[in-house]
Nanobody, 123 residues
Framework: QVQLVESGGGLVQAGDSLRVSCAAS????????MGWFRQAPGKEREFVAA???????TYYSDSVKGRFTISRDNAKMVSLQMNSLKPEDTAVYYC?????????????????WGQGTQVTVSS
């Protein structure tokens, strides 16, 4: 059974840093591309970042490029380091995994999802 469990969310001030992590279970983790998405109140879920199964390539939305860094390790952990946080980064952050070849930016192609962790950035 596959499970993704996020942790590390919280309340921070604008300009602060925060790291959210996702612990994955499942023997085939190394074959999944992993992504982070977020959803703010009243808005659609949007792509934030993704990392390939090999870890060799990463992708970011324009809104977080240069501020956020996605990484993964062999201990079945995927992390999102968020620096220079802004109030508009406030959202529930979701970890997701996919084993198909669909677009990294499209939530519909991901097979597994975590329950989400709240990140709130105050001004």
């Amino acid at each position: 059974q596959v499970q993704l469990v996020e942790s590390g969310g919280g309340l921070v001030q604008a300009g602060d840093s925060l790291r959210v992590s996702c612990a994955a279970s499942g023997r085939t983790f190394s074959t999944w591309d992993m992504g982070w998405f977020r959803q703010a109140p009243g808005k659609e879920r949007e792509f934030v970042a993704a990392i390939t199964r090999s870890g060799d390539s990463t992708y970011y939305s324009d809104s977080v490029k240069g501020r956020f860094t996605i990484s993964r390790d062999n201990a079945k952990m995927v992390s999102l380091q968020m620096n220079s946080l802004k109030p508009e980064d406030t959202a529930v952050y979701y970890c997701a995994g996919k084993f198909n070849s669909g677009s990294y930016q499209q939530s519909a192609v991901y097979n597994y999802w975590g329950q989400g962790t709240q990140v709130t950035v105050s001004s």
